[in-house]
């Protein structure tokens, strides 16, 4: 009797699956004569307990094609489509989706397949420092995007590069990790690495590198490629040496010169100084602050009535880019310190921004490194 009490619920089981009949697709092919297009070949049938019989869809079977992110690049019931194989990423997976619809239920069956191998080249050139100043540069990149045929090893190009994105990414070399990321929205620009994140980082090692050695290399590699790859396609480097003590003198008094006129334009009168000299008393460069502190003396003498002479003397402060310029009067004589105190509120007269002195052969070199 017990034997019998479990083999009942046995035979209701397999007799439930027989009246269960399921659909499946039967096969599923991806036919392809080339990388822009593809035909799906596909059949259903209907699986019972002991065979299986071809089936017919009650309408056309639906057909998607997704990318590795899962948008939807086709979909419709034509078996053979075109493929955005140029659009695509190197080897890029692919994913083809087909549903059929049968007794109201759907049956799908899904077959992968890879775009198409892709190489991506760069022609680039990289100015820098611009001008000799180490924060700035500029670049020229011109990208061409390949593929390998379909039916041999050669490589045909398919695209100027439109589609390639990436950064540069420079960095000292020996500090790879403490590098910063240009970003290139387009193929040519200008870059300050002031601006970029990490450059607190990339700048100390710098400066270490031109107090210790009196020259950096700094690396710059291209980085990029299709869809979001990160590919290192090409690198140069370039040499930063420290300036000579002789440039910095010629550009600190570049400064003054400068400085001074517009000092005097807020201190003198409608016509002007008769007279001016300008002494360059002593300066200095402030390496960790990249500025200049001049101690100058300026002298001049006004003759709208009767001659007299106004001396003032103080300190220029400025960036070694020209910014942030500003003299601090430190001593006058008496008609200097009247004349100042006439036209100026407190001891410091902000002058806005310098011009630097122009790069020549003997400012900033810019260098490739010997082979």
């Known amino acids: 009797m017990r034997f019998a009490f479990f083999l009942v619920p046995g035979l209701l089981w397999l007799l439930g699956c027989q009246t269960g009949n399921r659909y499946a697709v039967s096969e599923l092919d991806l036919v392809r004569s080339g990388w822009d297009s593809i035909t799906v070949a596909v059949s259903f049938k209907e699986v019972g307990l002991m065979s299986s019989v071809p089936a017919v869809p009650a309408s056309p079977p639906t057909i998607m094609l997704l990318n590795s992110d899962f948008d939807t690049l086709y979909v419709g019931h034509e078996t053979s489509f075109a493929v955005p194989d140029r659009s695509l990423g190197n080897a890029e997976a692919m994913l083809v989706e087909v549903c059929g619809k049968l007794d109201n239920g759907d049956v799908c069956e899904q077959e992968g397949f890879l775009a198409s191998p892709k190489r991506v080249s760069v022609d680039h050139s990289i100015d820098y420092p611009q001008d000799g100043d180490i924060e700035r540069g500029r670049f020229n990149l011109e990208f061409v995007v390949e593929r390998r045929e379909w039916d041999g090893e050669s490589w045909e190009e398919i695209d100027r590069g439109q589609s390639v994105t990436g950064f540069l990414h420079a960095f000292v070399d020996g500090h790879e990790d403490e590098g910063v990321k240009i970003p290139f929205p387009h193929r040519s620009g200008r870059f300050n690495l002031a601006r970029l994140d990490n450059y607190r980082d990339f700048r100390y090692y710098l400066r270490s590198k031109l107090l210790e050695e009196n020259e950096a290399r700094i690396n710059f590699e291209v980085i990029g490629g299709l869809r979001g790859e990160e590919v290192r396609l090409a690198a140069a480097q370039k040499v930063v040496k420290k300036k000579a003590r002789e440039i910095r003198e010629l550009e600190a008094g570049y400064f003054v010169e400068q400085a001074a006129g ?81 036209r100026v509120d407190g001891n410091v007269l902000q002058l806005g921004t310098l011009e630097p002195r122009p790069a020549d052969d003997t400012s900033f070199s810019l260098s490739e490194p010997d082979p």
């Not at 103080?314 to 942030?324: A, F, I, S």
């Not at 001593?331 to 100042?340: C, E, L, M, Q, V």
Request: charged fraction near 30%; hydrophobic fraction near 30%.
């Open 262 to 342: 517009r000092v005097l334009e807020r201190l003198t009168s409608f016509f002007g100084p008769s007279r001016t000299y300008v002494y360059l008393d002593s300066w200095q460069f402030i390496e960790g602050e990249r500025r200049y502190t001049v101690e100058i003396e300026l002298t001049w003498s006004s003759s709208f009535f009767r001659q007299r002479w106004h001396r003032i003397s103080g300190t220029l402060q400025v960036d070694e880019d020209g910014r942030n310029a500003a003299f601090h009067r430190s001593r006058a004589n008496d008609s200097g310190r009247s004349r100042w105190e006439e």
